[in-house]
Structures are given as C-alpha cells and as structure tokens.
C-alpha cells in the first residue's frame, strides 16, 4: 500500500520516463487476496438462511440514479432483514456510516455493506477523461491519478468503483469511446492493469484501497454502428484476439470484480451469457471474485427476448455466472424460491455468496466497517492532487497539427511567443463544467480553471475574449464581436468542441464535426487571416479534415479536468511541449467509420502489396469513391515542438528463427536509434508494432507489441530495445488454439501506426 502519497507521486513520476518497453502482465500472486479469507467466510455462510444468502447478492442505488430509475425499496428495513449486500452511488462518511449502522448493528449476522460508485477519471479532484488519460501513454501516470481518486472517495466511504471500463473501442460514434483507452487490446491490457493497482493499493484491507470493477463484460464497445447499448455479433477469434485481453489482464493484475453488459454477444445478452462469464471468466482464468450486472441488465434479458418473466430472467442471468444483481430487484424476488424448487442448486448460491464475502472480508469491512468523518475534509482536493490533475492534462494534450502561420513566417506557430495579443474565442473557452467531462463524480465547477482565466491570469490585458456562439449554437449574433476581436489580436486561439454530456452513456452520435455552428464561426475567423490554434475539446474523436486544411496548429484536449486552462496555457506557451498521443483513430468522414490501425488487409488492398495507404487509383480495389482510405490522423500519432529522427528498425542481422527456439522462450531482439533534431527537449513516444503473414488466419496490418515513452535534449539519442517471444507473437489460429505458427514478420520502431519501415524475417517450422 502507498502509505505516504507524495512519496509515492515522486517514486512513480521519477519511474514513468523509464518504464519498461514491453510490459510483464504476469503476477503470480496478484489474486491471493481473493481466498485468504475463505475459513472465516466458510463458518459465516453456514449460518446464513436462505433469504440471507441472496440478501449478499442484492443491490440497490440511493441517491443520484445512474439508469432508469424503475424500483424504490426501503433499504433500512432490508438491511435489517439482511436482505441486501450493496449500495450504490451513497456517498459521505456521515452519510454511509449511518446506513451502514444498520447493517452492522440491527441485522442478526451483522454483514457489513459494500458501497460502490462510478469512480472514473478522478474523485473531487477530476483528472481527464479515460480516453485523454490513455492519450499520455503512460501507466504510472495513471495509476497514480488511480490512487488519489481512491484516497479521496474512500474518505467519502466509498470501498468500491465501476472502473476501470477496459472496453476496446473502435467507433467514435459510441459516446463510450471516452470512458477507455482507446482501441488497442495491448496498450488496454497495459492501462488496464494500471488502474486496478492504482484502485486496490496493495493491501484491499488497507482503508485507502479502492475494490476495482472490470467493466462491461464483454465486447460492449462493439455495439453495432456506434449505437449505446446495442447488439454485437463478432467471431469468437476476434473476440479472444481483441476484446477479452484487457480483461484477462485485469485478473493477472488482482481485480476483485467483473461486471456484465448490456449488449447481447452473438446472439445471448452478455448478463446471460455462460460462455464468457462462466467458461472464459471461471473455467479457463479462474477468477475467485464476483460478478455484478450492469444496472437493471437482469431484468433487460426480458426486452431483449431470452425471457419472458423476471422468474426466468434471474434464473438466465445467474446460471450463466452474474452473481450480483445491480438495481432490478430479480434476485431477491426470485431466486429463494428457485432454489426451492430445485431449479437452481443451493451450493451455487453458496459460490456466489462466497465470492462476496471475501471480498468483504479481505476489504476489513467486518472489522472496520466506518469511515472516519474528519478524513474526507483533509485529502479532497490536496495541492498534490491537483499538481498531479494539470500533470496529467498536460500529458494528455495530442498535438495533431503545427505549421507555419502566415505572417508568422519561419517556425511553427506553436509554442506561442511571448508579448502577443492573444484573442480566446469559442463556447468551451470558459465553460468550466464542460471541463471537468462525463462521470466526474463529485467534480465541481467551482474546482476548475478554465483556459480564460488561465491565460488572464498570465497575459492581462493582452487577452481579447468572445464566446462567438453556443456550444450547440444555431444563431450567429455573437461571430461580429468574435470577428473583432480576432482582428486586434497577432493570434487566434479557438476553443471550440463537444459539451461534456454529448459523450458518456447514452451519447452516440452519427455526426462529428463540430457540433453547432461553431465550424461556421470558425470559418468566420479563419478567413481574418490572423494566426490561429484550434484547441478541440470533447470526449471522442472528432472528424476535422477542413479544419486540419485551415488551421496552423490544433490541439486535442479532450475533457481535461480540474486544471484545464493552467495545463493549455503551459503548453500553448511552450513551458511544457505537448507529448500525448492518439489511443484511437480519427476519421477523415463519418462514412469510413469504424476505422482503426490494426485492421485487417483484404485481398484487394487499394496500394498494392505493403502499403494499404497509398492509393493506387485503381478501380476495383477496396476503396471509397468519394474519400480517401487513410485517416486523417493514425493511431499513436501526436506532434511536439521538436522533431524526431528513427533509425532503421534492427533485427541483429537475423533472417530467421525456429517455432521450436520460440517455443522455448527464444526472443528476437529489435531495436532503434531515436534522436532529437530540433531545438527543443521533446518527450517521443517509440511504438513497437509487428505484422505476421502466411498464418493459417488473417493478420492485422499492424499490431502494437509495446512501446517506450522518453525525453530528449536536443542532439540527444536513445537507442530503445524490446524483445518479442512467444507471447507477443501468439495468436488464436484456425483451430482456435493460442499459439504461434510460421510466418513472415515484419517488425517497425516506429512514431506511430503508419510511419516507419519494417525490418522482415521469418519465423521457420
Ligand atoms: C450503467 C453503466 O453502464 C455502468 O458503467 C455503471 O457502472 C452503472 N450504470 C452504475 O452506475
């Protein structure tokens, strides 16, 4: 447990630049947590009555809903009946004490409650959304804004989050694309894996730790066109491939809980579903922790078709592996008599009530079941947390475009100069609850800083401000002031994106530019002729291809949090270069949606054999009539304020190695040379990807292997290494076996999914 947090901020800041290319996802112990417990919970369950097993199995929401609101319950008087296991979204020490009193002090066996809430991107304070964190590429990073969101709802009495969602994510229409990292199953696993140990601490016993909740399982971020909680059918090769691998890394990681989808999987909704939640989650990854719907998704087994009553929904739901039922009351209607009657065995009952109770037990809610109500005003908001808030921000920033700006002639127009007059325009300049994104939690507006104060702050009466529209704005009295203001001004900076509830749960959308007028009111702008920096605000790719043809310099900021405008000045004013990359594709259209790097070749690629980009301007071929196949910016792309030079990608000479030498934990070694050209320091990001071909199944055109994040004085050089063995080379074949085959392989150090050149060889019978 990181007993002493700013210790622990300067411990892992100092690690963050050196941290190991290609991540180990192994720990042996990570879940001996999970069963030590186990005599304890044996002596408790044999006490229980029946009703009082299912009670464990129950939960309910107080306070602020976080889905339809379909069932009100006197919770005190189930508790008292040890009818009920879990609350959530309740939150204040006062406040969860008080309920849980009656839990511990007025029900016959005393078990104390679980309180759980969406903790996502921060608790007070709010680092950026998931998506933007993803976009700093780096894990100690993340799993530290993982610890303070825990040392600050913990002190709340909250022992429990929804979080991390490890989705993989390929369409932007899903408002959900935010709450991840993106849609890489690698980087997801290592992410992934950052969070829960940021969550848990540790120790769970200790009071900071914070249990983790993998979510949703699975393959919810496949919702057919992008649509929130819609139908998914996919191979089952693409799902071990591409969706389950963060979840798995979850486990290896010591996450105590799963929870189930909304989505149906090929055809059985995923809260019903006894393949993934049973024969993958138990079976073959043995977890020991418990699994708890999505809110209501027992009782959406009725709409979705697999039955016709909530008797046989909590039956479906809880055979096929869900233990927990989340909000729709099933359970505890139905499951007592269906063990009755002999329907469902009493010994699985048991199991489930098991995997509760240790959870319970090993958090040391039977010894400490209270939260210290003089703590929470001590840890909220701590000057260290929100160092580390802009810390992150900064991180998360994608430069996507920097070029000169006329009359600025010479360098790009970013880092800005000093001593310009500066006009902020755009509805997110200071709309400081935007800032803060989707599932802030107890994130306050008051908390934030928006980039008009900021640079108010810094440049006085050198900055001119003008809203110039609405965020979904449709008159355009405000573009006349805007105008003007940009004429008096040497440079444009444009604040311009998505309010922060067009992204989140049910929040697909099937447009992406700009929403609003605001292109119009940037067109406005541009056509002043003054210099101009495009800061976007929003929760998910936006497509920007007249912009990037308009704009010198543009900046994806996401939702950035708490210190959103302090983190853009630093950047914007070159005291800190912007270093995030992108997690997640973006389009050129909407129309060539989803579209991610590591897709698949066809057999009719538009530029001949190696190079799926460059457009051959054949007929025939597997293209758009109307636009180009490539995006307008690739996964793992993100500028600086230097340049970077790659070396050739070296594979030591070797032409070849034997799937036996592979098998016997043989590794290829590559490596590459990286140096700072320009005359900045600069942080790279150096991404490892591999392709293999002649494989019994088709491979992506890429895949991402590992990567290392570092920084440079100018002329400095880095030579990264990473080594690729069995593990990074396996896949799901066409025997559906996890395993490794003769191939081509073609290896690329490379600035992201589309640059470089790949060093080949061969992996030989
Ligand atoms: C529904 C969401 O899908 C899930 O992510 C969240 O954890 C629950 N509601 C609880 O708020």
Not at 653 to 658: A, F, L, T, V, Y
Request: hydrophobic share 40%; glycine share 8%.
């Amino acid at each position: 447990m990181l007993r002493n947090p700013v210790r622990a901020l300067l411990l892992a800041s100092a690690l963050s630049l050196t941290a190991a290319p290609v991540w180990a996802f192994e720990a042996a112990d990570a879940n001996a947590w999970l069963t030590r417990h186990d005599s304890r919970v044996d002596a408790l369950l044999k006490q229980m009555t029946l009703e009082e097993k299912v009670g464990q199995l129950v939960q309910f929401s107080t306070g602020q809903a976080t889905g339809p609101e379909n069932i009100k319950v006197d919770q005190k008087d189930l508790l008292k009946n040890g009818g009920l296991g879990s609350i959530l979204n309740l939150t204040g020490a006062k406040e969860v004490n008080e309920i849980q009193r009656v839990a511990v002090e007025q029900s016959r066996l005393k078990v104390p409650l679980l309180m759980g809430l969406d903790v996502i991107h921060g608790y007070r304070t709010t680092f950026p959304v998931p998506l933007g964190l993803a976009a700093t590429w780096d894990a100690a990073l993340i799993e530290q804004t993982a610890r303070i969101a825990a040392i600050e709802a913990t002190a709340e009495g909250v022992r429990w989050t929804f979080a991390p969602m490890v989705d993989i994510a390929r369409d932007p229409r899903w408002g959900r694309v935010m709450e991840g990292s993106g849609e890489d199953p690698y980087l997801g696993r290592v992410i992934a894996a950052a969070y829960v140990r940021g969550f848990q601490g540790s120790d769970l016993s200790d009071p900071t730790s914070l249990l983790a909740c993998a979510k949703h399982y699975v393959a919810y971020g496949a919702a057919e066109a992008g649509r929130d909680y819609n139908s998914v059918d996919m191979s089952e090769r693409m799902l071990r491939d591409v969706y389950l691998p963060p979840f798995k890394a979850t486990i290896d990681a010591g996450v105590g809980t799963f929870m189930s989808a909304f989505n149906s999987l090929s055809g059985v909704p995923t809260s019903a579903n006894h393949f993934t939640l049973t024969t993958v989650l138990r079976d073959e990854w043995a977890f020991k922790g418990f699994v708890v719907s999505d809110w209501t998704s027992i009782a959406e087994l009725i709409p979705h078709g697999i039955a016709l009553d909530g008797k046989t929904a909590a039956f479906k739901g809880f055979t096929a592996g869900v233990d927990m039922d989340m909000q729709a009351n099933l359970y505890a209607m139905h499951l007592p008599e269906l063990v009755r009657s002999g329907k469902v065995p009493e010994r699985m009952v048991d199991e489930a009530v098991r995997r509760v109770l240790r959870t319970k037990f090993a958090l040391g809610l039977f010894e400490n079941p209270y939260t210290d109500e003089t703590l929470s005003a001590k840890v909220q908001l701590k000057p260290e947390h929100v160092a580390l808030a802009r810390r992150a921000a900064e991180e998360s920033f994608v430069l996507l475009r920097n070029e000169r700006a006329k009359p600025i002639e010479g360098s790009p127009l970013l880092p800005l100069a000093d001593g310009k007059t500066v006009a902020l325009i755009g509805p997110l300049a200071d709309s400081a609850d935007d800032m803060l994104g989707e599932w802030a939690c107890k994130g306050d507006k008051k908390d934030v800083v928006t980039l008009r104060s900021a640079l108010a702050e810094k440049l006085k009466d050198k900055l001119l401000y003008a809203k110039g529209t609405e965020i979904l704005g449709t008159v355009e009295t405000g573009f006349a002031e805007a105008v003007s203001a940009a004429e008096k001004a040497d440079v444009v900076v444009m604040a311009l994106g998505e309010h922060r509830r067009m992204s989140g749960e049910a929040a697909s959308r099937t447009r992406l530019d700009l929403p609003g007028n605001q292109q119009a009111l940037l067109k406005a702008i541009v056509a002043t002729g003054k210099p101009m920096v495009l800061v976007v605000f929003a929760g998910r790719p936006l497509t920007l291809a007249w912009e990037a043809e308009h704009v010198a310099s543009i900046i994806h900021a996401w939702h950035p949090g708490v210190q959103a405008g302090p983190a853009l000045a630093r950047v914007l004013f070159g005291e800190s270069s912007p270093s995030g990359r992108l997690t997640i594709t973006f389009p050129r259209s909407l129309g060539q949606v989803p579209l991610y790097y590591n897709r698949f070749k066809t057999g009719r690629p538009i530029g001949g054999e190696d190079d799926d980009q460059k457009d051959s301007g054949a007929r025939y071929q597997s293209r758009y009539l109307d636009e180009k196949n490539s995006p307008l910016f690739p996964f793992g792309w993100g500028l600086t304020y230097t340049t970077f030079e790659y070396s050739p990608v070296s594979i030591g000479g070797m032409k070849s190695i034997s799937l036996a030498d592979l098998e016997n934990g043989a590794k290829i070694k590559v490596e590459a040379t990286v140096t700072n050209r320009g005359s900045r320091a600069g942080v790279e990001v150096a991404q490892l990807y591999i392709r293999q071909r002649g494989t019994s199944v088709v491979r992506p055109i890429r895949e991402l292997k590992g990567f290392e994040k570092f920084s440079l004085q100018p002329g400095e050089s880095r030579t990264v290494r990473f080594e690729i063995g069995k593990e990074q080379l396996a896949f799901w074949n066409v025997d559906m076996k996890h395993t490794i085959e003769s191939a081509e392989l073609a290896v690329w150090i490379a600035p992201n999914a589309e640059g470089g050149k790949p060093a080949i060889m061969t992996i030989a019978n």
